[in-house]
């Protein structure tokens, strides 16, 4: 275990923010993480045990399912003001059980996957799919990607965003997800908040602390979206979601960033 007495990623004074299990916040960035922080190794064996069944442990190999992956290429795409991925080289950065590259595929891009611990799944299913960047071909770069729920479990976010942004085309775009600790349920519940006890999340970024992330990583053009992912069945549910999306108290960060100084908006 190691424990922080200033924020490493801005060097900012902590604070303590959430006990039992115990999180710091900084009160500069307002990066909200796991304090002291597990270490990697018994972390990393509860991930390969987890993927050993991959179905059975859905907290930590990924909620999502094609339908959901349906509706987050959708939504990506309409941010994008575009129609369709036809001719988009796409990275999916944490790509889990693949379904968002299944679906961005369906959309028309050409997909790569990273994906350290679900990657015999993917090799298996057909992907193109490499344990971690580095293992990428050189010279490749994209016109986007995509990272659903994955910068939580990372012991240093920040640098996975810089090198993410190496990777893009100018004028490439970035698409973060992970979950809000501004959120209504973050607020009301504290430490009880369900997110604190997936013992692999070990960093929550609101908005605020994304973009400060990606400004440093040469990605300024940052802006939060709000999507209508529907997760509930029940209407009334997907109402009160959609309001909270909307007012920033939702309980997801969802960004795009773009590179460079050519191509998109
Ligand atoms: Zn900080």
């Given at each position: 275990m190691s424990f922080f007495t200033t924020c490493p990623f801005c060097a900012g004074p902590l604070i303590s923010w959430w006990s039992r299990p115990?999180?710091?916040k900084c009160r500069v960035c307002r990066l909200v993480l796991r304090n002291p922080s597990p270490e990697p190794e018994p972390l990393a064996e509860h991930y390969a045990e987890s993927w050993s069944d991959p179905d059975a442990h859905l907290n930590e190999t990924g909620g999502m399912d094609f339908g959901l992956a349906t509706q987050y290429t959708r939504?990506?795409?309409?941010?994008?003001g575009l129609s369709d991925a036809v001719g988009l080289r796409i990275l999916d950065f944490g790509a889990g059980r693949g379904f968002l590259m299944s679906a961005l595929a369906a959309a028309g891009a050409t997909v790569w996957g990273i994906e350290p611990y679900g990657f015999d799944g993917l090799r298996a299913q057909g992907q193109t799919v490499f344990r971690t960047l580095e293992a990428l071909p050189p010279g490749l770069a994209f016109d986007g990607i995509v990272s659903m729920d994955v910068l939580e479990h990372l012991y240093q976010p920040w640098h996975s965003i810089a090198a993410l942004a190496r990777l893009l085309v100018p004028g490439g775009w970035l698409c973060l997800s992970t979950p809000n600790p501004r959120g209504l349920n973050a607020r009301?519940?504290?430490?009880?908040w369900r997110e604190t006890h997936n013992q692999g999340h070990l960093m929550f970024m609101e908005e605020y602390c994304l973009m400060m992330m990606l400004k440093q990583a040469n990605l300024s053009r940052g802006k939060g979206v709000r999507w209508s992912i529907r997760h509930q069945n029940s209407l009334v549910r997907h109402g009160v979601q959609r309001l909270l999306e909307r007012v920033g108290l939702g309980g997801t960060v969802r960004v795009i960033a773009v590179g460079g100084d050519s191509g998109v908006p």
């Amino acid at each position: 275990m190691s424990f922080f007495t200033t924020c490493p990623f801005c060097a900012g004074p902590l604070i303590s923010w959430w006990s039992r299990p115990s999180f710091s916040k900084c009160r500069v960035c307002r990066l909200v993480l796991r304090n002291p922080s597990p270490e990697p190794e018994p972390l990393a064996e509860h991930y390969a045990e987890s993927w050993s069944d991959p179905d059975a442990h859905l907290n930590e190999t990924g909620g999502m399912d094609f339908g959901l992956a349906t509706q987050y290429t959708r939504d990506l795409l309409k941010s994008l003001g575009l129609s369709d991925a036809v001719g988009l080289r796409i990275l999916d950065f944490g790509a889990g059980r693949g379904f968002l590259m299944s679906a961005l595929a369906a959309a028309g891009a050409t997909v790569w996957g990273i994906e350290p611990y679900g990657f015999d799944g993917l090799r298996a299913q057909g992907q193109t799919v490499f344990r971690t960047l580095e293992a990428l071909p050189p010279g490749l770069a994209f016109d986007g990607i995509v990272s659903m729920d994955v910068l939580e479990h990372l012991y240093q976010p920040w640098h996975s965003i810089a090198a993410l942004a190496r990777l893009l085309v100018p004028g490439g775009w970035l698409c973060l997800s992970t979950p809000n600790p501004r959120g209504l349920n973050a607020r009301l519940m504290q430490s009880r908040w369900r997110e604190t006890h997936n013992q692999g999340h070990l960093m929550f970024m609101e908005e605020y602390c994304l973009m400060m992330m990606l400004k440093q990583a040469n990605l300024s053009r940052g802006k939060g979206v709000r999507w209508s992912i529907r997760h509930q069945n029940s209407l009334v549910r997907h109402g009160v979601q959609r309001l909270l999306e909307r007012v920033g108290l939702g309980g997801t960060v969802r960004v795009i960033a773009v590179g460079g100084d050519s191509g998109v908006p």
